[in-house]
């Protein structure tokens, strides 16, 4: 038996001393229970934890274990889920304190999968209103503390803020987030763990609140690739309650996800994108690009035929225009005691035309074309995942957005991963990402499974 607690193990390793009988899923349950009780007075990862409905869960799954009758390789493994996932009966406040008795009426497709595999949901996390911003604040329903830095409040990320923050603390050994624009992506780097975002259609978005449509993308965020990878197998493949998924094939990462990436075309920052970066963001970036040299890999240069920011601004051309089409009777009331930073962020889609919608989405058809010319023979592309390390939250500016790096991968349709990469001066983690083709979530998790069995950055953890 492992002599790690149960909330200092990665979900895969805590699955496997369940399986084993090592571990009892009551026993777990409660040290993720009583770790929360600890910490989230602080760290305000949880908008509601459900631990009556938890305990009862786990009793439920030892005797099934004991008895002969797991339902699954997860079964009794706790898991946290963005308060943008419909669960029936409980409270779904989309992040909005006007939805704080919101009581869902079904639930998510996703949860449902995870459940079937006899996982035990611990609760809610908070998210950015609306799931429409960078940084992880939220001024009505409060904001989740950035374990990394005790003494002074950093941005945790957004929008599937407290999500970050409760695998990074040790409150849940993974949850779900959602990933519009780098929402899975943007926590994953400031808290210091992993995060897929997966292609459009992947997992199915039934049950989840709606910010943009053709953009959201629900994903894993866990402490390993190896975990992320576990998970997403979980959540994938086709259901009829979203059109999206249908008629994709189902891809197993886990046969090749220790394949290695001996052989690989793995694209380096162009240079004109570089200076978007912190000097220590990119020391940890081209560390991390001779890591996978290193292992194998053939580094090369990519000539990309639009910059960075064109791309994030049309991404966030259709975010707002869709958001506000769902939201609108919220954000053109003012009297609803709205996030007074969110509220102009989805009150820009009230003045976006039906021509710049559709010339949105006609341009985002032309830079996948584009984009895929210019990838011809390479594997995947490697960038940082944030411009800088987690910033103090009174320093943020709120009309500007964190985004750059990763609204690139939402608006070409784009699979990815954000993992550890370092640390700078101050003790904050940095992150790399790693992008690939539609649907290729596989070999993204291979490239950063490979990139993480050859470092340690993954093992550290926040201050006590």
């Known amino acids: 038996m492992s002599q790690l607690h149960p909330t200092q193990l990665p979900a895969h390793q805590l699955a496997a001393e369940i399986a084993a009988k090592r571990l009892s899923p009551v026993d777990v349950v409660e040290a993720f229970l009583e770790r929360i009780a600890e910490k989230e007075p602080k760290l305000h990862a949880f908008v509601e934890v459900y631990a009556d409905d938890a305990r009862l869960a786990a009793q439920s799954a030892e005797r099934a274990i004991v008895s002969g009758h797991a339902v699954g390789p997860l079964h009794g493994v706790p898991v946290a889920l963005k308060d943008l996932i419909e669960f029936e009966g409980k409270v779904t406040t989309g992040g909005c304190e006007v939805w ?33 911003g960078g940084w992880g604040t939220n001024t009505r329903l409060g904001t989740p503390w950035n374990p990394w830095d005790p003494n002074r409040a950093r941005t945790p ?62 994903g894993p965020m866990a402490r390993t690739v190896e975990d992320a990878a576990l998970l997403y197998t979980v959540l994938q493949g086709p259901d009829p309650l979203d059109p999206r998924t249908r008629g994709l094939p189902y891809t197993d990462p886990m046969p090749q996800l220790k394949r290695g990436v001996k052989g690989l075309r793995l694209a380096r920052l162009p240079e004109s994108e570089r200076a978007f970066a912190s000097a220590e963001v990119l020391a940890a970036y081209d560390a991390s690009v001779e890591v996978l040299a290193q292992l194998g890999a053939e580094i090369v240069d990519i000539q990309l035929p639009f910059g960075f920011a064109d791309v994030a601004e049309l991404n966030l051309r259709i975010m707002a225009a869709e958001g ?21 962020r989805l009150a820009a889609g009230r003045n976006i035309s039906a021509k710049d919608y559709l010339e949105a989405l006609h341009k985002r058809n032309e830079r996948k074309q584009q984009f895929a010319a210019a990838f011809d023979g390479i594997d995947a592309l490697l960038t940082p995942t944030t411009m800088t390390t987690a910033l103090p939250i009174d320093e943020v500016d709120q009309t500007k957005a964190p985004a750059h790096f990763t609204r690139f991968a939402n608006f070409l349709d784009l699979t990815g991963v954000a993992l550890p990469n370092g640390f700078d ?33 993954h093992l550290r953890r926040p201050p006590e």
């Open 324 to 344: 506000y089409a769902i939201l609108h009777e919220l954000i053109d009331d003012e009297n609803a005691p709205l996030d007074p930073h969110v509220r102009p």
């Open 157 to 218: 990320g957004g929008s599937s803020s407290g999500s970050g923050v409760a695998v990074a603390a040790g409150l849940a050994p993974w949850a779900i987030g959602t990933d519009t624009g780098g929402s899975v992506r943007l926590p994953a780097s400031w808290c210091g763990i992993t995060g897929l975002k997966t292609t459009a259609g992947r997992i199915s978005n039934f049950g989840v609140l709606p910010l943009s449509p053709t953009l959201d993308t629900p």
């Open 425 to 457: 001066s101050q003790g904050l983690p940095t992150s790399l990402q790693i992008l690939c083709r539609s649907y290729d979530e596989a070999l993204a998790l291979r490239i950063a499974w490979a990139y993480q069995n050859a470092t340690d950055w």
């Open 100 to 132: 704080r008795n919101r009581v869902s009426k079904c639930t998510a497709t996703l949860a449902r999968r995870m459940i079937a595999q006899g996982m035990i949901v611990l609760g809610k996390t908070h998210t950015v209103e609306f799931a429409m």
